[in-house]
């Protein structure tokens, strides 16, 4: 019921996930990370605890298919299941349970992985693989954006659009950027907008937050001035104004 991307940028160390699908609040359940471990999106009939497993599997010495085949062996639903996973040194890996609803499939390529289920045909993860390997040298979260964007012109899930999801791990525990768009009928057009507002208002934020080791020092001036301000009234609008 789902298509995604885990990828890692071999440039900035960064890694994410993003997945999109005719379900509420895809972001909740599918997309998981660890900072210097890996991310996944674990979908179909969806099993937190697979993702959970293969992240901790990975922060214990294991590569990313290693990683996905020890914990496929332990979920004795493996055929309904779903996974993509990249570790933190760029390994990829997905797997596609036989039982999956058509159309299924996934395509793994360097340092990403690209699934889905329940889609309009082959031509969504082909056109999302394409896209992201054409994007080379933009920074991770516009890959992701592109390589979702991609797969949702090219028909996306099968039933329609609900959510979409765009999360990006960097060396710290809380993520660099997590987005979401939890109901909406154009869920990845929405998520760029999200994107855009997010990369001018709070990015920004997020980068002069603690750091582990590091002394925690004020904000930047710019930056609080700019979050003082009425939503509509900042760098890309968005929100309202205060009444």
Not at 38 to 49: D, E, I, K, L, M
Not at 60 to 65: E, I, L, T, W
Not at 222 to 234: D, E
Request: aromatic content about 4%; charged content about 20%; glycine content about 12%.
């Amino acid at each position: 019921m789902t298509f995604s991307i885990v990828a890692r940028c071999s440039t900035s160390g960064l890694f994410g996930v993003a997945v999109a699908t005719a379900v509420p609040a895809v972001g909740s359940m599918c997309p998981f990370t660890r900072a210097k471990v890996g991310a996944a999106s674990t979908q179909s009939w969806v099993n937190p605890y697979l993702a959970l497993g293969v992240l901790e599997a990975i922060a214990g010495g294991q590569g990313a298919r290693a990683a996905v085949d020890a914990a496929l062996a332990e979920d004795e639903a493996r055929a309904l299941r779903q996974i993509g996973v990249v570790d933190h040194a760029g390994e990829a890996s997905a797997f596609t349970g036989a039982d999956c609803t058509p159309w299924c499939g996934q395509e793994v390529g360097e340092g990403f992985a690209v699934q889905g289920n329940m889609l309009t045909g082959p031509e969504v993860i082909a056109s999302m693989a394409s896209a992201f390997r054409a994007s080379d040298g933009q920074p991770l979260d516009e890959r992701l954006m592109r390589a979702m964007e991609a797969g949702d012109r090219a028909g996306g899930d099968k039933r329609g659009r609900q959510s979409a999801s765009l999360r990006v791990q960097g060396a710290e525990e809380y993520c660099a950027l997590d987005l979401r768009v939890d109901e909406h009928p154009q869920p990845v057009a929405e998520l760029r907008r999200v994107l855009e507002i997010a990369r001018l208002q709070l990015v920004p934020f997020v980068e002069g937050m603690p750091r582990r080791g590091i002394a925690a020092g004020p904000a930047p001036e710019a930056v609080t001035s700019m979050l003082a301000l009425a939503p509509p009234q900042r760098p890309g609008g968005g929100g309202s104004g205060p009444g």
